[in-house]
């Protein structure tokens, strides 16, 4: 409800939320920005995590939750590497196909296989 959004509903092409320490650009696209283009805003970071690029061929960690009624969208998916869910019954549909399994309270070893996986 305040003025930056306001102005994003009334079409305006570009709008700027600009703090002391943060900063958010809200910018209308002509296309799809292709995701090398998009990553290449966090080069100097190790690690990025990213929400949809379904599709795309990068390495995916799946985060399901019970509470949501859908069910694991890892047998969709290339490339999934790992799925962490609160649903014993949903990792059990992925167990046995290459997907490492992580239930939702096993924080520490998800850490662990996301280090490894980096290489560190």
């Known amino acids: 409800g305040k003025d930056t959004y306001r102005y994003r509903l009334q079409g305006a092409e570009k709008v700027m939320l600009a703090g002391r320490k943060r900063l958010a650009l809200f910018s209308n696209l002509k296309e799809e920005t292709p995701l090398a283009d998009l990553l290449a805003f966090f080069s100097d ?57 992580f239930s939702s309270d096993e924080v520490q070893g998800l850490a662990a296989f996301i280090e490894a996986e980096m290489g560190s």
Do not use: T, W, Y
């Open 45 to 101: 970071f190790d690690l990025v995590f990213l929400e949809g690029f379904f599709q795309d061929e990068i390495p995916k960690l799946e985060i399901h939750r019970k509470e949501l009624g859908r069910g694991l969208l890892a047998e969709g998916m290339k490339n999934v590497l790992a799925d962490c869910s609160d649903d014993a019954g949903a990792l059990s549909d992925v167990a046995g196909r290459g997907v490492r399994i």
